[in-house]
């Protein structure tokens, strides 16, 4: 009996070691700069990067051909920068410092206007910031727990705290009506833009950590800095799954619904990539990016489709995930 029991345990055992050695990875794209990247985000398309160095450049990419296309001057470099993102129309970069969004023409390598933002705490900085898609409108996230709803246009901006910690994480619909906040104090919440009533809001006992949107707002996944990871529709607020895994927690940063598919990618601070079924929280697997330095991170990533996954990593290596392989899973 006893025997019957080790061979199905070492069958156990070698079928985990073949699942392991499925080969995602078709290695490095190239290395962007060997600074590394502090901040790093693909454009809506995947064509272009907007990033953020340890040398306190910020510069607009190619994918394709991994060279640079626009530099902002070292003088016009905000002292702190709190982040940078590109319109999703790509005539536009937007640079939060710690009282303001600069936003430049890229057509005209101009800056081309500044508006500055705050809490209601006095000297409150932000923390998140996201432009709507058809830059109109932002939203302008501070320290504080604040939401800034600003309408560029008419330069109208409601001011409200739903939160009581730092909001890191805003996400807009493909519409500009609808966004997605998430903050340390553990909150996360769904919102009409104008209104300062969720539409839906979720607590979780410990900060969020991570957060993802699937492109037609029908869902979201967040994590906690713990050991609750969900995802939840954004309809009604009802969980569809929560992640299974064998360890007693793992650390989720990013996160990436994958286009038309179930998968869901995330990154932990270990220089690892891990792929999930949402529909059912299973995990698929594990794997650990290239990296020059220990403690390498995943900044970014990005899919077309459900075929291949791109990655930014902090010491500024892209590199390409064929995904293929896990249909058979």
């Given at each position: 009996m ?5 061979l199905?345990?070492?069958?156990v ?8 050695e499925?080969?995602l990875?078709?290695g ?35 994918v ?32 939060a ?11 005209k ?9 705050g ?10 910031m996201?432009i709507s898609p058809?830059n ?7 320290a504080?727990?604040t939401?800034?709803?600003a309408?560029?246009?008419?330069q ?6 739903p ?5 890191q994480?805003?996400f807009w ?7 997605v906040t ?14 300062a009533?969720p ?11 991570s ?10 996944f ?16 009802q ?20 286009k038309?598919?179930?998968l869901l ?9 891990s792929i ?54």
């Amino acid at each position: 009996m006893w025997l019957k029991v080790l061979l199905a345990a070492l069958c156990v055992v070698m079928l985990s070691a073949c699942n392991e050695e499925i080969q995602l990875s078709q290695g490095n794209v190239g290395r962007l700069n060997d600074s590394g990247i502090a901040i790093g985000h693909f454009s809506k398309d995947g064509t272009k990067l907007v990033t953020f160095d340890n040398q306190k450049q910020i510069q607009v990419w190619n994918v394709a051909t991994q060279q640079v296309e626009f530099t902002v001057p070292k003088e016009k470099t905000p002292e702190f920068v709190r982040d940078v993102a590109l319109s999703e129309d790509l005539k536009m970069l937007v640079i939060a410092s710690e009282s303001e969004l600069a936003f430049w023409s890229l057509s005209k390598g101009k800056l081309v206007t500044k508006v500055a933002f705050g809490g209601v705490t006095p000297g409150a900085v932000i923390t998140a910031m996201a432009i709507s898609p058809k830059n109109d409108k932002a939203i302008v996230a501070m320290a504080d727990g604040t939401i800034n709803m600003a309408d560029l246009h008419t330069q109208i901006n409601n001011r409200f705290a739903p939160h009581s910690r730092p909001v890191q994480h805003v996400f807009w619909d493909d519409k500009g009506e609808l966004f997605v906040t998430g903050a340390q104090d553990g909150k996360l919440a769904l919102w009409k833009f104008g209104s300062a009533e969720p539409i839906f809001m979720k607590e979780f006992d410990h900060r969020v950590t991570s957060v993802a949107v699937r492109d037609d707002f029908s869902a979201l996944f967040a994590s906690d800095a713990l050991n609750e990871q969900v995802v939840t529709s954004l309809t009604d607020g009802q969980s569809i799954s929560e992640l299974q895994y064998m360890s007693r927690f793992k650390v989720f940063r990013k996160a990436l619904f994958i286009k038309g598919s179930e998968l869901l990618a995330t990154s932990s601070s270990k220089s690892h990539l891990s792929i999930w079924n949402a529909k059912n929280g299973e995990e698929l697997g594990t794997w650990q990016i290239s990296f020059v330095h220990d403690g390498a991170t995943i900044v970014d990533m990005y899919a077309a489709d459900r075929h291949t996954l791109l990655t930014l990593s902090s010491d500024g290596i892209l590199e390409a995930w064929t995904l293929n392989a896990l249909a058979q899973r």
